[in-house]
């Protein structure tokens, strides 16, 4: 039997889950194009798919904002129909063997402060800044990057008044505690100066290809967050930022600087990544580290003839990386990747894996991402210090 939501989806077979549900591909039956469809247990002890719509509605119109085709509920399940989406930034940390270049670094910065500062100027706060977390667009809008999953994500403000919730302490940890701010930790209430916080912690995630509060074990959960705070804690941005432009460290020393109800200077922050960028001789053209992979890639699989011909014309390279980016999308449930080595990114609380707004299948000839990611041997990854933690660590 064929299973509808909305009386415009076709339910397809699923492709995530978490805690509170699962996710599904779909299908517009009228149109054929395809979309993730998240479904929760209307008998959930504590649901959140409502709430997750409601912003995703306020949000509508931001770019990088999945839009919402439909809410409601069908039979035992709440019912929320997004936009599907490509892999995640932690998908394509795997890919490009678990450390991006600096160039991609700071076109990815400049991306996600923008989209934190959209956010926050619908007078929300994210509250779990990770890799995870933020995807790539299919087709056209391959380059932009997409920000997802606000089941954690709170109303700081009054959207008319401006008024700010109250400072407060003693608060449990929200979100991933391998990205959490210090405040956070010491259980302080997050503002806009915590998002900025983790993503500063994403960011050198990126570049460093670890962090030191990576690998540390403990008994329990509750251990384990006490570890990871102590290490955070007696690691300066010094030593955070050691070997790397001076740029880094400023800017974690300008978020730690906010004060709670503090508007943060996003614009200051933008620049200090883009005068780093041009200084050394970047060139914005969205060719992010997998875009350049992919290139590579295809070229290796080009008779040696049109090899020369190729490299004449970087259109239609990036016509054909566009086509194949099918070889990056992957499927969380299948793809092999490294175990998780410390359970750090351990969420307070399990949400569905947002890489559920991806499709893993792998249709010959089609446009946008599916299936595994091509067959790469990933480098020595002792070479980067302690071994990293898995792709879905925050699940």
């Not at 403000?157 to 930790?185: C, F, M, V, W």
């Amino acid at each position: 039997m064929e299973l509808r939501v909305g009386k415009k989806y076709r339910l397809g077979r699923k492709i995530g889950s978490g805690s509170f549900g699962d996710i599904y591909l779909g299908t517009n039956m009228t149109t054929g194009e395809e979309v993730a469809i998240k479904l929760e247990s209307v008998k959930t002890k504590h649901p959140q798919l409502l709430y997750e719509s409601k912003i995703y509605r306020i949000l509508h119109g931001g770019l990088g904002i999945p839009n919402v085709r439909w809410y409601g509920i069908e039979g035992d399940y709440n019912v929320m129909v997004l936009d599907l989406l490509g892999p995640s930034l932690e998908d394509l940390f795997n890919y490009c063997g678990r450390r991006f270049q600096l160039k991609t670094v700071l076109m990815l910065a400049d991306q996600l402060l923008s989209r934190l500062e959209y956010v926050h100027t619908k007078s929300f706060i994210h509250r779990d800044v990770k890799p995870d977390n933020f995807l790539i667009g299919l087709g056209k809008r391959q380059s932009v990057i997409h920000i997802i999953d606000f089941g954690l994500a709170k109303k700081y403000r009054d959207p008319r008044s401006h008024q700010h919730i109250p400072y407060r302490e003693n608060k449990n940890l929200t979100g991933t505690a391998r990205y959490a701010s210090i405040n956070t930790h010491i259980g302080i209430e997050q503002s806009r100066r915590d998002d900025l916080e983790s993503l500063g912690y994403v960011l050198m995630y990126f570049i460093r290809g670890s962090l030191p509060w990576q690998g540390l074990k403990a008994n329990t959960k509750k251990q384990k967050y006490e570890r990871i705070m102590d290490r955070k804690m007696s690691t300066s941005t010094e030593q955070l930022c050691k070997g790397y432009a001076t740029e880094f460290r400023s800017y974690f020393e300008y978020c730690r600087s906010l004060r709670f109800e503090d508007r943060p200077d996003y614009a200051y922050l933008k620049r200090l990544f883009k005068e780093l960028f041009y200084r050394k001789g970047f060139q914005y053209d969205n060719m992010f580290d997998w875009t350049v992979l992919n290139l590579q890639q295809e070229r290796s699989r080009l008779p040696p003839q049109q090899t020369p011909a190729a490299a004449a014309q970087p259109d239609a390279q990036a016509q054909r990386s566009s086509e194949n980016q099918d070889a990056v999308r992957r499927d969380s449930h299948h793809q092999e990747v490294p175990p998780a080595a410390d359970g750090d990114g351990s969420h307070a609380r399990k949400p569905a894996p947002e890489g559920s707004h991806r499709d893993p299948s792998q249709r010959s000839g089609s446009r946008g991402f599916g299936g595994q990611a091509p067959n790469r041997s990933q480098p020595n990854q002792s070479a980067h210090g302690s071994q990293p933690g898995g792709p879905r660590t925050g699940q």
